[in-house]
């Protein structure tokens, strides 16, 4: 398996990102698949729009054409400082810095030149890049613009001309996805995986089976699933190798050929499944005094608040467990974020 891949050049640690339509929309739309980062080298600047039920998304790429898959890393990187912050008891920030070096190595690649002048090419498109969708609620629409990113600052210096500092100014969606845990884990090999098919199928595959034991596809799903533009018969002939290698990290593959079907099969690699997180969850539910129980209920009006109690367990233990000696505090702020976000149950 690991002969297919890139060879590791430095350790890393956990990786995250987030779904950028699940955080955007919600429902029917959310569960549909709208691929957003471009799987070609050349640059893509055609707008894409994608509708259902009344509901649309737009994304509108810049001169420089839409991210690419490879781009993507820039965010992975970010998400994942802001996730090992939080379990240090570090507070949420919108600005994320970043070292070009540090995320250089992290997402295995080289540190020359021509990677650093990529790295500027990444945050051109992603910068550049805007989503507009529609919300409807109560017989009202609002339309919606937005971005990954709200702004960046790059120090560079001046005599190897070598970027020195990048600070990320981080969108309010990319944040709320951070703050709810609506991230998917990555493997540590998601960036070995050299071809962009690779990590997009890779992607599908866990979203789609996540802890599950398997998951079936028909090609022509997964052909339009991956945003591929390139035909049916060339995208079999993409996924053949990655089936025949089984080197995909955390799924096997298998193919039917009679029935023209992808099959993706659990390698149960991936670390806790929910009975092992709700127990866990159990140790911080505990600390929580019954006077904080009773304020919360003035906060997350309208919630049960044995409920929300259980979600605030899974967080904590999503984001790691952090060390908090005021667990009451804690909770309540998740209840006040909880009822910002999610506002009086229907």
Known sequence: MSDQLKPVRHPQGDLFVCDITDVILKDDLASME???????????????????????????????GMPTIYD????????????????????LSKRVQIDPYAFLVFTQRGVGGRDYDALVDSLDRIDGTRFRTNILFEGTRTD??????????????????????????LSDM?????????????????????????????EI???SVGQNESWMFKMSTLHHKSGSKGSIRE????????VEGD???????????????????????????TDVIEHDAQSIINRVSPDALHEARSIA??????????????????IGKPVTHNPDALFLKFCRTWQEKKGRPS
């Open 247 to 273: 080197y995909l990290p955390d799924y096997m593959i298998s193919y039917d050929d009679d029935a023209d079907t992808v099959t993706f099969i659990n390698r149960n690699t991936m670390p806790r499944d």
């Open 144 to 169: 919606k613009w937005m971005g990954l990113i709200d702004g960046a600052t790059m120090q560079t210096d001046a005599r190897t001309d070598k970027i020195k500092l990048l600070e990320l100014d």
């Open 235 to 242: 995208f079999r002939r993409q996924i053949k190798p990655i």
């Open 72 to 91: 993507k890393d820039l965010i992975i990187y970010a998400i994942s400082q802001l996730i090992a912050g939080m379990r240090d008891g570090r507070p």
């Open 174 to 202: 990319v944040i709320s996805s951070v703050q709810e845990m609506k991230v998917l884990t990555l493997h540590r090999d998601y960036f070995r995986l050299s071809r962009p098919i690779e990590r997009r199928v890779y």
């Open 34 to 64: 709208h691929p957003f980062y471009s799987l070609s080298k050349k640059p893509d600047r055609e707008p894409k729009r994608y509708e259902y039920k009344g509901k649309w998304i737009e994304f509108r790429p810049s001169f420089k």
């Open 301 to 318: 009006i309208g919630w049960d608040i044995y409920f929300v109690i259980q979600r605030f367990g899974v967080w904590w233990v999503n």
């Open 205 to 207: 595959a866990r979203k």
